[in-house]
């Protein structure tokens, strides 16, 4: 199922469209937080399977949503803690209606 492909349409107006996330940087900033090796990896070999001359839309959905959600199990409990999160949650929380019906 193709969902959202366009990344102009109404929920990347509340969010940046999926297509564009850097997998790599969602640790980035939050304090005490590091890739796990195991997704490390798993970023690396989907960026080579993924990385052609045509964009594999859906591959790419499926992956980056599989992985985010990898991700988040291993270290979104710190991100729940950040203030950053908290401040954008007063400022954004009127969206996450839009946001988790996906």
Same mark, same amino acid.
């Given at each position: 199922?193709?969902?959202?492909?366009?990344?102009?349409?109404?929920?990347?107006?509340?969010?940046?469209?999926?297509?564009?996330?850097?997998?790599?940087?969602?640790?980035?900033?939050?304090?005490?937080?590091?890739?796990?090796?195991?997704?490390?990896?798993?970023?690396?070999?989907? !960026?080579?399977?993924? &990385?052609?001359?045509?964009?594999?839309?859906?591959? *790419?959905? #499926?992956? @980056?949503?599989? %992985?985010? !959600?990898?991700?988040? &199990?291993?270290?979104?409990?710190?991100?729940?803690? *950040?203030? #950053?999160? @908290?401040?954008? %949650?007063?400022?954004?929380?009127?969206?996450?209606?839009?946001?988790?019906?996906?």
């Amino acid at each position: 199922m193709w969902w959202d492909s366009y990344p102009y349409s109404t929920l990347s107006v509340h969010a940046l469209h999926p297509q564009y996330l850097a997998l790599r940087a969602t640790v980035d900033d939050i304090e005490g937080a590091s890739m796990p090796p195991d997704i490390s990896a798993e970023i690396e070999n989907a !960026r080579v399977q993924l &990385d052609g001359p045509d964009v594999d839309y859906e591959g *790419t959905m #499926a992956t @980056k949503k599989r %992985l985010c !959600r990898k991700i988040f &199990d291993a270290v979104g409990h710190k991100t729940l803690q *950040t203030q #950053a999160y @908290k401040v954008g %949650l007063l400022l954004l929380g009127h969206a996450l209606p839009l946001l988790l019906d996906t």
